[in-house]
């Protein structure tokens, strides 16, 4: 990496780490398109981004600790695991622009569809989708960082209120995240550079972005939020296709 690459992932960063405290979800979503179209590898991606918005993720789950929803959080942190597991598995067998290719196409598919359901009413609780949608996304994280996703799709179609989304979701990416990690590191995919220098060099432009738009979240109008989510999904799903 040379100083240009740096500065212009650390700006990428910025604006995906802001975007994702408005939204709750949405750093990784943003980042990881932009990255890889800087150049930035698969792997280096998948490290740099799940370490991120472990570290960014800490103060939001503080903050919005009394809006949490414990047993959500958990079954979306404890389906994960497994989905994690099986991901750190095929980041390293699978070529990396199948991974992208597939996950896009996933994404814009899963975000047309939940844009259908906007404006009804909340359906009836589907037993044992928190659980589904953290095994989605941890395979998810370990292959692209992507691990929003599936139970931000989950939450949009419960209507969660976007305190409690913003909560739940810091949670599940503090812990998935953690998790992630170690499983990569044991699995030899963790990448050495994107935790030193990027990581360390990014992250105070990471924790600043995310404070603003933890700020701003709030305070959008619930119909706004809903569709704000699903754009960046959908946005994220065609642009991280066409990196591949």
Sequence with gaps: MDAAELILGGG???VAALLGGITGFGYALVATPLLLLLGFPLPFVVTANLALALVTRVPVAYRFRADLWPRRAALLVGGSVPGLWLGT???????DAQIKLAAGLVVMAAAVLM????HAAPPEPIPGAPVAAGFA???????????????????ARDKAAPRAFI??????????????????AVAGSVSGPALFPA???????????????????????????????LAIVFVAGAVTALSA
């Excluded at 105070?204 to 809903?226: C, D, H, K, Q, V």
Aim: aromatic share 8%.
């Design 12 to 14: 990428s960063v910025f």
């Design 89 to 95: 598995h095929v980041l390293s067998a699978v070529d």
């Design 115 to 118: 844009l259908r359901s906007l």
């Design 137 to 155: 996304g941890g395979f998810l994280g370990a292959t692209t960082s992507l691990n929003g996703v599936a139970p931000v799709l989950l939450l």
């Design 167 to 184: 909560a739940d979701l810091a949670v599940y990416f503090v812990v998935s995240n953690a998790i992630g990690l170690t499983l990569l």
């Design 199 to 229: 990581c360390l060099l990014w992250l105070p432009g990471s924790i600043a972005g995310n404070w603003i738009g933890a700020t701003l979240g709030p305070r959008l109008p619930e119909a706004a939020f809903r569709r704000i989510t």
